[in-house]
């Protein structure tokens, strides 16, 4: 089967009442996916990018109700090939009679071309008027339900939702309030990139929860990159056996070193004490498995080398600054609209 790399091609529709901080926001967080985590981990990953281009019906500068200048890349007539097109909240308050015409036309147009159409806050009452929503279940901002309920009577309103997603083959995807467009977001990266990326952005964007700080989200990168061959190889082999019992111990076999040499240059050369090493990458794989099976965390801990579950719980939740169940609950949640 041959896998498709091509990029994801997203379409994000300004017209002069768009709110510029949601238009901003989606092009950065989709700009950012199979870009950004290898910037900030040095990891490499396989998700497939994204290419946000804010289109319109003309190119020039416009200023958005709030004075903030957007300027679009393409016109409608220049777009082709998107794979989604989104529509972002926006002013509907001092809209004109035939304002939508152009832009509804478009929708209509790229949706039968197989392009999946998705909304933010009132950008839902935009799809509404191509009359895709009928008969469909939608989300909308509170604000904007009134005028959805009279203007748009044979759409199964459901003003609760974050997410509201229907039509054929799931290809209209409605949202709540303005800042539903994280979720959103996550939602079409974990559609189209794959839910491990989806994950990932969330961690680098901290999107989600903050009670809890910035912990939660954080990725602890172990370096690599230094002059010590010896230190490199024990790296290498810790990274392939850091459940075995006495980890550091089998490092200083490993290296062929005294005890104390080999702690100095551990350390020197990685910034890290050796258990530190070795709990870090622990903690690491505990998070991934938390984040993509259901095992107990009781199992959990003996994968990743602990016999005792309390002592791995603490480590997890010092490391994190949340339990282990907080965590799976907090990151198994992205992505899971996606079937």
């Excluded at 003996?302 to 169940?325: E, Q």
Aim: aromatic content about 8%.
């Amino acid at each position: 089967m041959t896998i498709d790399n091509r990029p994801i091609n997203v379409g994000l529709v300004a017209i002069p009442q768009t709110s510029a901080a949601v238009l901003f926001g989606l092009h950065e967080l989709f700009a950012a996916v199979g870009v950004i985590w290898e910037q900030v981990t040095g990891q490499t990953t396989s998700g497939r990018k994204m290419v946000p281009q804010v289109i319109a019906e003309k190119t020039g500068a416009m200023r958005s109700p709030l004075g903030v200048m957007m300027t679009p890349d393409l016109t409608f007539a220049e777009s082709s090939d998107l794979d989604i097109i989104l529509v972002p909240d926006f002013d509907l308050t001092n809209m004109k009679d035939n304002a939508l015409d152009v832009p509804v036309r478009f929708l209509r147009e790229q949706y039968e071309k197989g392009a999946v159409l998705c909304s933010v806050c009132t950008g839902s009452v935009m799809l509404a008027e191509t009359g895709l929503l009928d008969g469909c279940e939608a989300t909308c901002h509170w604000f904007a339900e009134s005028l959805f309920r009279s203007r748009f009577p044979k759409v199964q309103l459901r003003p609760e939702r974050i997410l509201s997603i229907a039509g054929p083959d799931q290809k209209i995807i409605t949202s709540g309030g303005s800042s539903a467009w994280n979720e959103l977001g996550l939602y079409l990266i974990a559609r189209f990139s794959g839910v491990e990326e989806a994950r990932r952005i969330a961690k680098v964007f901290l999107l989600g929860d903050h009670n809890d700080g910035q912990l939660p989200f954080t990725m602890l990168a172990l370096p690599t990159q230094h002059d010590d061959a010896v230190i490199a190889r024990c790296q290498t082999w810790i990274s392939e056996n850091y459940e075995c019992a006495s980890p550091v111990e089998a490092m200083i076999s490993q290296s062929g070193l005294s005890s104390r040499t080999f702690s100095r240059r551990f350390r020197s050369a990685t910034g890290y004490t050796a258990i530190e090493y070795v709990q870090t990458l622990r903690v690491e794989e505990a998070k991934q498995i938390l984040e993509s099976t259901d095992d107990g965390v009781d199992d959990i801990a003996a994968d990743v080398g602990y016999d005792d579950p309390r002592s791995f719980r603490r480590l997890f939740k010092r490391a994190t600054g949340i339990n282990p169940r907080q965590y799976r609950q907090r990151f198994r949640n992205i992505g899971s609209s996606v079937h």
